[in-house]
């Protein structure tokens, strides 16, 4: 394994999966329980520090603290919404740069939005996040650690994880299923591969590896426009991959993990959100077993794209129910502390 060094030199313990975990242990001459221990510490604990660890000796953890680091992320802002008590995270990574994630509770339990990247090349005209390019892909580690560090702040178990923040999840294949895989280990958080989503732009061979990794979490694609004509000009992608290769290749992760797709439709007003598009999404959907999620795009000031009404919202919706197409309107959570994905770290960039 190619273990990434920060910029300590130290290695990255909590990048480490646990029989990696158990090789290192084996190496310092540690019994083979002692990886069961840390890794318990710092996947189920989340203790922030080695100090922590107090069923290690003194001398192993001073070794620890000497030859290895456990990526911690510094909280640097967090707004809290006064309607449904959403907390969004700006949190600082160790070689200095910022992501953010969102914390939202729910009656079903408490969910956790992370970023995949430091910032995104995707470059959709509606997303905050793209402005300034892609900086680079986040480490497993330092996904997991936007969950743990949440857990530690509200002392609340996170049920489930959405990969809808910044990045492209699936232009960071590599670090996305090393986190995937560690998220949901049964020695580590064990949240349910059901419990979560990784949200795509759509790269269509990444889809089509993903549904070969034998991992069972729920797929959204962002689609936001029926025709590949119109999807040109929301989102690049749509000039790699056609709309057909990528219904192709959602049929394929279908038919290999038996999870139902969610299809994001951004709506844009005098866009994408007429009767027109409404009823070529229904045709284009409507083959495969899935469930579209409807949201008025959040107006973005350096986009300059209008959100449809919540009217409108409305409405598209009713055209797609009379097709037989399962619908929603997405909730806005944290109304007032969001603006769009990406504008917390841009705000907090510009401040800087
Ligand atoms: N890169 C991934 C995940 C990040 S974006 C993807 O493209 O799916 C998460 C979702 O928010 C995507 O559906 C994205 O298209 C949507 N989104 C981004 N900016 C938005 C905005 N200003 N208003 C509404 N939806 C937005």
Not at 36 to 59: I, P
Not at 181 to 194: A, F, K, W
Not at 225 to 243: C, F, G, V
Request: hydrophobic share 35%; proline share 3%.
């Amino acid at each position: 394994m190619d273990l990434d060094q920060n910029k300590t030199n130290k290695i990255d313990i909590k990048e480490m999966t646990l029989p990696e975990l158990k090789e290192e242990m084996k190496k310092l001459g540690e019994p083979a329980f002692r990886a069961g221990q840390v890794y318990d510490w710092l996947h189920v604990r989340c203790v922030r520090s080695f100090d922590e660890m107090t069923n290690l000796s003194k001398a192993l953890r001073s070794k620890l603290n000497e030859e290895y680091d456990a990526v911690v992320l510094k909280q640097e802002a967090l707004q809290v919404s006064a309607i449904d008590g959403t907390r969004k995270y700006l949190f600082e990574l160790p070689d200095g740069n910022f992501v953010e994630s969102v914390w939202m509770d729910y009656k079903f339990g408490a969910s956790v939005c992370i970023s995949s990247q430091v910032g995104c090349r995707m470059g959709c005209k509606f997303c905050a996040s793209t402005l300034d390019g892609l900086e680079r892909g986040l480490k497993a580690s330092e996904m997991l650690d936007q969950i743990y560090a949440i857990t530690a702040d509200t002392g609340k178990r996170v049920s489930h994880v959405v990969i809808m923040g910044t990045g492209e999840p699936l232009d960071n294949y590599d670090n996305v299923v090393r986190f995937l895989r560690m998220l949901t280990d049964e020695n580590g958080l064990n949240i349910s591969q059901r419990d979560v989503t990784l949200s795509t732009c759509g790269i269509v061979p990444n889809i089509k590896r993903l549904a070969e990794e034998d991992l069972s979490i729920n797929l959204a694609i962002s689609l936001h426009a029926p025709t590949d004509e119109k999807r040109k000009k929301l989102m690049p992608i749509a000039n790699q991959y056609s709309i057909a290769e990528l219904m192709d290749a959602c049929k394929y992760y279908f038919e290999k993990t038996g999870r139902r797709i969610t299809f994001e439709y951004s709506l844009v007003a005098g866009q994408n959100d007429n009767k027109e598009e409404a009823e070529e999404l229904a045709s284009l959907v409507s083959p495969l077993n899935c469930h579209v999620n409807l949201i008025p795009v959040n107006p973005v000031k350096e986009c300059g794209l209008p959100g449809s009404s919540r009217e409108r919202a409305g409405e598209f919706a009713k055209w797609l129910e009379k097709k037989r197409i399962q619908v929603t309107v997405r909730r806005e959570m944290g109304r007032d502390i969001d603006g769009a994905c990406g504008q917390l770290r841009r705000r907090h960039a510009d401040k800087t």
